[in-house]
């Protein structure tokens, strides 16, 4: 279960767009991630790869965690805002849930909930 300043550090740590840094200092190294009802992707390095990818896309990205954040034992829901400006043009606004599992104080699996068409242009 993580402590609530560890939860704060992460949200910080995500909020301020280190979202690489984020999945390097808060997830176990054989961590996984689904989006949706997806095929998990597992191991803290594909998962780094994988997000930095994505940011490479991106002109600017805004994140916010909208409160309260729900923690029961070693789960955790976040509901996070997303707003990306791409490089080649155009933008989305991304509202998801983070469901996640955490071994102590590292996220060991997390299961993203949102609707696919958001990632169209707004």
């Given at each position: 279960m993580p402590t609530a300043?560890?939860?704060e550090a992460f949200i910080a740590k995500v909020e301020?767009?280190?979202h690489v840094d984020a999945i390097r200092d808060f997830y176990t190294e054989d961590a996984s991630m689904r989006e949706n009802f997806g095929e998990p992707r597992a191991g803290r390095d594909v998962l780094m790869?994988?997000?930095a990818k994505t940011l490479e896309r991106a002109a600017s990205v805004h994140s916010h965690c909208v409160r309260p954040v729900f923690v029961s034992g070693d789960h955790v829901v976040i509901?996070?805002?997303f707003e990306?400006?791409?490089k080649k043009g155009g933008g989305s606004r991304m509202?998801?849930?983070a469901y996640q599992r955490w071994r102590g104080e590292r996220i060991c699996e997390e299961q993203f909930f949102y609707d696919p068409t958001q990632l169209g242009p707004r």
């Open positions: 300043a560890t939860l301020s767009n280190g790869a994988r997000e509901r996070w805002v990306f400006t791409w509202e998801e849930l």
